[in-house]
């Protein structure tokens, strides 16, 4: 079957099928599939169904339909939608419900989307291998015993799966790409201040970014369209105007290779042959020094954790979801609820952040962290001035098995040594499948997203 939207519309269109049918045809490999992959954690049938039938009849009278009317999407469990749970993965926010819809959801609802359930993920976006959630892993759904990636892993693998037509990730060093990457899709992080953060509980509060992940690059660059742009709510989205994609978007032609030492032979081979064909398709190719490798990961770590430490304080048993059953006093419901509600990783992070800003450290830490970034960012700037697009592996690696990693955190911290850039800078970063479950990711000036679209879709015509 072909899954994508834009098929189905056609389908639609001829009288073949109806929107209610498509939903009806995800619920069943959803039922079929999940309790294997546990890539969902809840499922909104009913409302699913009766906003296809809503659909269905609109069209039957002949009215016009909103630009992705049928359009089926799981959301990560960090992206609140009003009237439904909403957790992080993580037993902190047992029982909690959303009171309000964050912005992307409100703007996919009025363009006809179809929010068809909740996704799985790491426990508030902290993972590689969607390993940390407290409702389970979540099984890569095309190599049994594989991770999907992380932290977006249980929104990936439902794409992957075929149960929606895209999923809504969020990144903050690589969540949306990594596990796109693992799982053969295109995933999107976008710039940073391009699509707003209104109610995406909050990890690294100025890396954060959501963003699509979908088999096809045609259906991601609708959503992004949708979700993109000034919202009112997030004081850190950027009025910049949003021109639509088109295809008469000249492809990029100057592209510089970041490689790193230590890739993984197989994406170092397939790299090695798109860079050739690149060269034989006129491109200016070239692969330039990067000096920053060693500091990526160490400056994504002080950073990140020290802003989450402090976004998490707000869990504490008295405002949302978990308490403790055990307390006597203030200080210890404060306490015991934070020791039995959060994860291993999560409190691991809390720690090494509260330290980073700990007096007596802060200037050695963070101050120091905040300069590499900076630099980091001028320095992208430089190349951007010279190349059209930095391109890259996505990860190091093809998918790593179930709990191979899981006893390593720093080999775990490691694979997200190509990722955490763009976080660190703010610029757009595509994910590419390149070729099977390895990606190219392809970076570009800030706000330049159509560009990247246009990059891949000139990978796309090198490659047929
Ligand atoms: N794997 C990275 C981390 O654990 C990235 C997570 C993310 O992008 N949310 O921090």
Same mark, same amino acid.
């Given at each position: 079957?072909?899954?994508?939207?834009?098929?189905?519309?056609?389908?639609?269109?001829?009288?073949?099928?109806?929107?209610?049918?498509?939903?009806?045809?995800?619920?069943?490999?959803?039922?079929?599939?999940?309790?294997?992959?546990?890539?969902?954690?809840?499922? /909104?049938?009913?409302?699913? $169904?009766?906003?296809?039938?809503?659909?269905?009849?609109?069209?039957? %009278?002949?009215?016009?339909?909103?630009? =992705?009317? @049928?359009?089926?999407?799981?959301?990560?469990?960090?992206?609140?939608?009003?009237?439904?749970?909403?957790?992080?993965?993580?037993?902190?926010?047992?029982? /909690?419900?959303?009171?309000?819809?964050?912005?992307?959801?409100?703007?996919?609802?009025?363009?006809?989307?179809?929010?068809?359930?909740?996704?799985?993920?790491?426990?508030?976006?902290?993972?590689?291998?969607?390993?940390?959630?407290?409702? @389970?892993?979540?099984?890569?759904?095309?190599?049994?015993?594989?991770?999907? @990636?992380?932290?977006?892993?249980?929104?990936?693998?439902?794409?992957?799966?075929?149960?929606?037509?895209?999923?809504?990730?969020?990144?903050?060093?690589?969540?949306?790409?990594?596990?796109?990457?693992?799982?053969?899709?295109?995933?999107?992080?976008? #710039?940073?201040?391009?699509?707003?953060?209104?109610?995406? $509980?909050?990890?690294?509060?100025?890396?954060?970014?959501?963003?699509?992940?979908?088999?096809?690059?045609?259906?991601?660059?609708?959503?992004?369209?949708?979700?993109?742009?000034?919202?009112?709510?997030?004081?850190?989205?950027?009025?910049?105007?949003?021109?639509?994609?088109?295809?008469?978007?000249?492809?990029?032609?100057?592209?510089?290779?970041?490689?790193?030492?230590?890739?993984?032979?197989?994406?170092?081979?397939?790299?090695?042959?798109?860079?050739?064909?690149?060269?034989?398709?006129?491109?200016?190719?070239?692969?330039?020094?990067?000096?920053?490798?060693?500091?990526?990961?160490?400056?994504? /770590?002080?950073?990140?954790?020290?802003?989450?430490?402090?976004?998490?304080?707000?869990?504490? @048993?008295? %405002?949302?979801? /978990?308490?403790?059953?055990?307390?006597?006093?203030?200080?210890? =419901?404060?306490?015991?609820?934070?020791?039995?509600?959060?994860?291993?990783?999560?409190? %691991?992070?809390?720690?090494?952040?509260?330290?980073?800003?700990?007096?007596?450290?802060?200037?050695?830490?963070?101050? %120091?962290?905040?300069?590499?970034?900076?630099?980091?960012?001028?320095? #992208?700037?430089?190349?951007?001035?010279?190349?059209?697009?930095?391109?890259?592996?996505?990860?190091?690696?093809?998918?790593?098995? =179930?709990?191979?990693?899981?006893?390593?955190? $720093?080999?775990?911290?490691?694979?997200?040594?190509?990722?955490?850039?763009?976080?660190? #800078?703010?610029?757009?970063?595509?994910?590419?499948?390149?070729?099977?479950?390895?990606?190219?990711?392809?970076?570009?000036?800030?706000?330049?997203?159509?560009?990247?679209?246009?990059?891949?879709?000139?990978?796309?015509?090198?490659?047929?």
């Amino acid at each position: 079957m072909n899954h994508s939207y834009y098929a189905l519309r056609r389908a639609v269109e001829r009288g073949d099928t109806t929107f209610t049918e498509r939903v009806e045809s995800f619920l069943q490999k959803i039922y079929s599939d999940n309790p294997r992959l546990n890539a969902l954690l809840e499922v /909104y049938d009913t409302e699913a $169904i009766e906003a296809a039938q809503n659909w269905d009849k609109l069209y039957q %009278r002949g009215q016009p339909l909103p630009p =992705l009317a @049928g359009l089926v999407y799981v959301h990560k469990d960090n992206i609140a939608v009003a009237g439904h749970r909403l957790g992080a993965a993580s037993r902190i926010l047992e029982g /909690y419900v959303s009171p309000f819809d964050a912005t992307v959801i409100e703007r996919l609802r009025n363009a006809g989307a179809i929010c068809i359930g909740r996704a799985n993920c790491d426990e508030f976006a902290m993972g590689s291998s969607n390993e940390n959630s407290a409702y @389970g892993p979540v099984q890569h759904p095309l190599l049994e015993g594989y991770v999907p @990636g992380g932290s977006s892993g249980g929104s990936a693998a439902a794409a992957a799966a075929g149960f929606c037509h895209v999923a809504l990730g969020s990144d903050t060093g690589g969540s949306i790409r990594q596990p796109a990457a693992f799982c053969g899709l295109y995933g999107l992080k976008p #710039t940073y201040g391009r699509v707003s953060r209104y109610g995406l $509980i909050a990890y690294a509060s100025s890396f954060d970014q959501i963003g699509p992940i979908a088999p096809s690059l045609q259906e991601l660059i609708a959503v992004y369209e949708v979700i993109a742009g000034f919202d009112p709510k997030d004081a850190t989205t950027a009025s910049i105007s949003l021109e639509p994609f088109s295809h008469e978007m000249p492809p990029p032609k100057r592209w510089a290779f970041l490689l790193p030492k230590g890739l993984h032979s197989e994406v170092e081979t397939a790299f090695h042959s798109l860079i050739n064909k690149l060269h034989n398709a006129g491109m200016e190719v070239e692969s330039v020094d990067f000096p920053y490798w060693d500091y990526l990961i160490p400056t994504y /770590y002080i950073l990140t954790t020290a802003e989450a430490s402090s976004n998490l304080a707000r869990y504490d @048993g008295v %405002r949302y979801g /978990y308490r403790t059953q055990e307390a006597s006093s203030i200080e210890s =419901l404060y306490a015991r609820s934070r020791s039995e509600g959060f994860g291993r990783e999560v409190k %691991r992070r809390i720690l090494l952040g509260t330290f980073v800003l700990s007096t007596g450290y802060y200037d050695a830490y963070y101050t %120091r962290a905040q300069k590499v970034r900076r630099l980091l960012y001028d320095y #992208t700037e430089s190349l951007l001035q010279r190349y059209d697009v930095i391109a890259m592996p996505t990860s190091a690696t093809p998918p790593f098995r =179930l709990g191979e990693k899981t006893q390593d955190p $720093i080999q775990m911290y490691l694979s997200d040594l190509l990722t955490v850039y763009a976080n660190l #800078t703010g610029h757009p970063a595509l994910q590419i499948p390149l070729q099977g479950f390895i990606g190219l990711q392809v970076m570009g000036g800030l706000f330049a997203e159509n560009r990247l679209f246009a990059a891949a879709y000139a990978l796309d015509t090198l490659a047929q």
